[in-house]
């Protein structure tokens, strides 16, 4: 590779690094010798071939000479005082290795001081394309190759092979003088260790280098897996690919497992359930050549639990955020790639196009530390979504990873407890300000905002009426999607779920950190209080995220009836006057779209709005039982004004109960048909 080097003025003071010669030295006046330029970080550097040469200037005041340095040729090496005397210093032999080489130390004599301060290095001249290649590794067979690739700055090179290897050299660019290497083993290697077979040199103008690349044969039989997990239901599979260019026999004496092979695969099957609650060894499968059944290897089959302790579900709706779901399904790879899941299970459900979607499983290899997703089964969908349609995926979910309990990752948008039909109060309020409502002001960066499009959305209580139709129960439900916690939303799922962890503002478009939290997640003992935090100190520390705008709250559904019997009571109390625009809100819907927000601060509106202490003390009481963490930014941002929305009060949950404040507002008939409504009134 050509290098250019900087020859702007530099001065190099070697005056103070001068050494004796045997003799008194006379030390020589400041500046008296100085290097002008063609210097860089005191090193002198030269390019790979031999008659390689670079220039470089000097000012010395006295009279001067170059000592010799092996491989370097100096012209002049000597001279009298003057400015900017030009050097040029030239190779004297070709640098055939893959490293760069150091000459020497360059020395000048001015009046019997000797000035050291500058080394002379000489670069590659061939240069790999990858380091990665200075190890080539080829199959078990003779004849199996591989290639690498060089540049040389000589078109005269061959790759010379050393021990059971044979290579060829191919010109594949001669302007750009870049070559491919094809390495080759002339021996199989039947053995289970891989060898060490040679060396790859190279041979340029006619002069030899020493072997720099080695060549390694993998040994004869490669597995995917050296520990094979089977699930834990009879008939369950697993297909182990061996990698081998000879064949082999796959055998095994267990009676709890079968094998068939097919090419290079090999298909387990698991004969028994494992109806215990830890992993079970149901066997060895030992894969052996046929010509010579000492070259083999063992492998352990073990079955996991028929059901894992944990199965998180991922259920990431829609396509509009179809980018951000897969920086969250690759986050999640890699949070499996640090080996979390132990016997818990994840799946995952996402859309390639609004009517098709699969469900996959990350798997985790242990041989190559990677995650990969295995797909379970794709899913058609209905033009309109609904109900039924969810709780038919939920089911698939389920039945593919069962576990003793569940839990639910939601990624979409949404609006919280909003219908996704226009009804009576919209049609009065006119459906272009509805529309006004929720459309982001131009060039706003992505949030989770209101969905998809009516067709798509999935309104709260059909949410929760698909989880109970698919028999489930979640331990909690992480919503990863704007508005959620709203306690008319969360009231509508109270039976769906331990936990809610939700945001009550917008969400932004990346979403929460799935590599971050998913450590928090997995398992039989998760931490929502630290995934809410993770989720807000990620916004707050910046990670190239455009806005620091993050709002969760952790709601314990199994307080959410005492928190509507407190806030019924509230609503049976004096009402004190207020303004709607006092409350904390959480939207950033302007009035000229709506006379009020539509999402208000929960404990706000009952303090400024309740004139009965007691019952508003008992209530915010309630409150800090149901909702158990509750972390936020300063502001939050909206795409509906555009704005970094301060917040000075902060409960964690919100609700819409102040629309009522203003007859005109959007909403308030669908807001009195809410299951909260008709629990607190």
């Excluded at 002049?76 to 000459?103: C, H, K």
């Excluded at 109390?573 to 709506?594: C, F, L, M, R, W």
Aim: charged residues 20%; hydrophobic residues 40%.
């Amino acid at each position: 590779m050509k290098r250019f080097f900087n020859i702007s003025a530099l001065a190099i003071a070697l005056g103070a690094l001068l050494l004796s010669v045997g003799c008194e030295p006379h030390p020589l006046p400041a500046g008296s010798f100085v290097v002008n330029s063609g210097i860089v970080g005191n090193r002198l550097e030269l390019e790979g071939a031999e008659g390689a040469s670079t220039r470089f200037a000097i000012t010395s005041a006295f009279a001067w000479e170059v000592a010799p340095c092996e491989g370097v040729h100096f012209e002049p090496s000597s001279g009298e005082a003057g400015e900017n005397i030009t050097i040029t210093a030239t190779a004297l032999q070709a640098n055939n290795s893959l490293d760069e080489v150091r000459l020497g130390e360059v020395t000048f004599i001015v009046e019997s001081t000797r000035f050291v301060g500058i080394e002379a290095f000489q670069l590659p001249q061939i240069e790999l394309e990858s380091d990665a290649e200075r190890t080539i590794w080829v199959g078990a067979a003779a004849g199996e190759s591989n290639t690498f690739d060089i540049t040389c700055s000589s078109l005269d090179i061959e790759a010379v092979a050393t021990g059971d290897v044979e290579c060829k050299t191919t010109n594949l660019d001669a302007i750009r003088k870049r070559f491919r290497v094809s390495v080759a083993a002339t021996a199989d290697n039947r053995t289970m260790k891989d060898a060490l077979v040679g060396q790859i040199g190279f041979e340029v103008n006619g002069v030899r280098q020493a072997g720099t690349i080695e060549v390694r044969q993998y040994k004869a039989i490669r597995t995917t897996e050296q520990h094979i997990k089977v699930n834990g239901l009879r008939g369950s599979t697993y297909t182990l690919t061996v990698e081998t260019p000879f064949e082999f026999n796959a055998i095994s004496t267990s009676k709890a497992l079968s094998l068939d092979c097919s090419g290079a695969d090999v298909t387990i099957t698991a004969l028994a359930e494992n109806t215990g609650e830890e992993v079970v060894k149901i066997g060895d499968v030992v894969i052996a050549l046929k010509e010579d059944d000492r070259c083999s290897v063992a492998l352990e089959v073990w079955q996991r639990p028929a059901k894992a302790p944990t199965t998180l579900m991922v259920y990431m709706l829609g396509t509009a955020l179809k980018s951000y779901f897969k920086s969250n399904v690759n986050m999640i790879l890699k949070a499996v790639e640090a080996d979390i899941l132990g016997e818990s299970r994840i799946v995952i459900f996402t859309q390639s196009t609004t009517q098709t979607g699969a469900i996959y499983e990350p798997q985790y290899d242990t041989r190559t530390g990677k995650a990969t997703l295995h797909e379970i089964c794709t899913v058609d969908l209905p033009v309109r979504y609904n109900g039924e349609m969810m709780a038919d995926i939920l089911s698939k979910m389920a039945k593919a990873a069962p576990a003793h309990n569940y839990s639910l990752l939601f990624g979409s948008h949404a609006k919280g407890w909003l219908p996704k039909d226009t009804s009576a109060s919209m049609l009065r309020a006119g459906r272009n300000r509805i529309e006004r409502i929720w459309t982001p002001l131009p060039g706003m960066p992505d949030v989770r905002h209101v969905g998809d499009s009516s067709t798509t959305q999935i309104d709260t209580d059909e949410f929760a009426e698909a989880i109970t139709a698919a028999g489930l129960k979640f331990e909690f439900i992480l919503f990863d999607c704007c508005y959620m916690s709203s306690v008319e939303a969360l009231y509508d799922m109270r039976a769906a779920a331990r936990y809610i962890l939700a945001s009550p503002c917008e969400v932004m478009a990346a979403g929460f950190p799935y590599d971050e939290i998913l450590p928090l997640l997995v398992g039989k003992q998760y931490d929502l209080d630290g995934a809410a935090r993770s989720f807000v100190d990620f916004y707050l520390s910046g990670n190239a995220i455009s806005r620091a705008s993050a709002c969760a709250a952790v709601t314990d559904c199994e307080q959410l009836e005492s928190l509507a019997e407190a806030m019924k009571r509230v609503n049976n109390a004096p009402q004190k006057s207020y303004s709607a625009a006092e409350i904390q809100p959480y939207d950033g819907v302007h009035v000229t779209n709506n006379p009020t927000h539509i999402f208000f601060d929960l404990e706000d509106f009952v303090l400024r709005s309740c004139a009965d202490e007691q019952a508003a003390s008992a209530f915010v009481e309630q409150l800090s039982k149901t909702v158990t963490s509750r972390y936020h930014t300063p502001t939050f941002f909206s795409v509906y004004n555009g704005m970094d929305n301060p917040i000075n009060y902060y409960s964690g949950i919100t609700t819409s109960a102040p629309i009522e404040s203003n007859d005109s507002s959007a909403y308030i008939d669908e807001w009195h048909e809410t299951a909260w409504y008709k629990a607190t009134h």
